[in-house]
């Protein structure tokens, strides 16, 4: 008897010490076996699991609730968008659509009812959404001031790709709500394929994509803060970034300097 009351006595010192050391999953682990040791010394049943749902402790279940399903608040990917004006010629915007699932095969636009792209999408309701790291175009369809390109033709909707695109999702609008500024239109991809591989995750580049953002935002913000946040954002193009990273960065400063 003396030498199991040592035995807890040596658990309960442990978790403790766990416990001051800020360890959730740790203070758990050795407090579990510490009350199962007590159980087990003055033979007290263990609760059922149907008294005691969370089996492994509250770390888990949260950590398991958190991971089971991902997918439960929809992802927002930064594209561009190509739709079809009313004289059949290519439009280009960036486009942050709600991915609903990991396979791709829907997904949600949300455009504002006066741009082009819902213009587009209403009257001829195909499109391609194209994923890419070509933040100098990007940058500059931000803006509408998007390069003659050479467009490749879609294969299933009638629409068109961007030549230099990583990978193109074809795709059709299923459903339309605009009972609000901020449309809801539902895409069914029907077609996809890979034009070349992604270049991989820079810091210059995720910096692009937040000073285009904020460059379509320049009647929303004041102008003296984004100027700020360009400052913040330009550091990391310049520690990272390569000549497209460069040419961006200065192209959206010079956007904001000239906007009347």
Not at 12 to 18: A, D, T
Not at 27 to 49: C, E, H
Not at 73 to 90: F, K, R
Not at 167 to 187: C, K, L, P, V
Request: glycine fraction near 6%.
């Amino acid at each position: 008897m003396l030498s199991a009351l040592k035995h807890v006595y040596r658990l309960g010192s442990s978790c403790q010490k766990s416990s001051e050391k800020g360890s959730l999953f740790v203070d758990k682990a050795f407090g579990t076996l510490y009350i199962q040791s007590l159980r087990n010394l003055f033979s007290v049943p263990a609760p059922s699991s149907e008294a005691q749902p969370e089996k492994a402790g509250i770390f888990y279940a949260r950590h398991t609730e958190s991971t089971s399903n991902p997918y439960t608040i929809p992802m927002i990917l930064e594209g561009l968008v190509t739709t079809t004006g009313i004289w059949g010629e290519p439009h280009l915007a960036p486009m942050g659509p709600r991915i609903d699932s990991p396979e791709f095969t829907r997904f949600t636009l949300r455009p504002f009812n006066t741009s082009t792209t819902y213009q587009n999408l209403r009257r001829h309701r195909e499109g391609v959404l194209h994923t890419t790291d070509d933040v100098l175009l990007l940058a500059r369809a931000a803006v509408g001031q998007t390069p003659l390109l050479e467009y490749l033709p879609a294969k299933v909707v009638q629409g068109f790709i961007v030549p230099n695109a990583c990978r193109y999702f074809e795709f059709r609008i299923t459903e339309i709500d605009d009972s609000a500024e901020r449309i809801t239109m539902q895409a069914e991809v029907v077609a996809s394929g890979r034009l070349r591989e992604f270049f991989g995750l820079n810091r210059a580049k995720h910096a692009i994509v937040e000073a285009a953002i904020l460059a379509t935002r320049i009647h929303m913000l004041d102008r003296d803060e984004i100027a700020r946040e360009y400052q913040k954002l330009r550091v990391l193009v310049e520690k990272t970034g390569g000549p497209s990273e460069y040419e961006a960065m200065e192209f959206l400063e010079g956007f904001l300097k000239n906007a009347s």
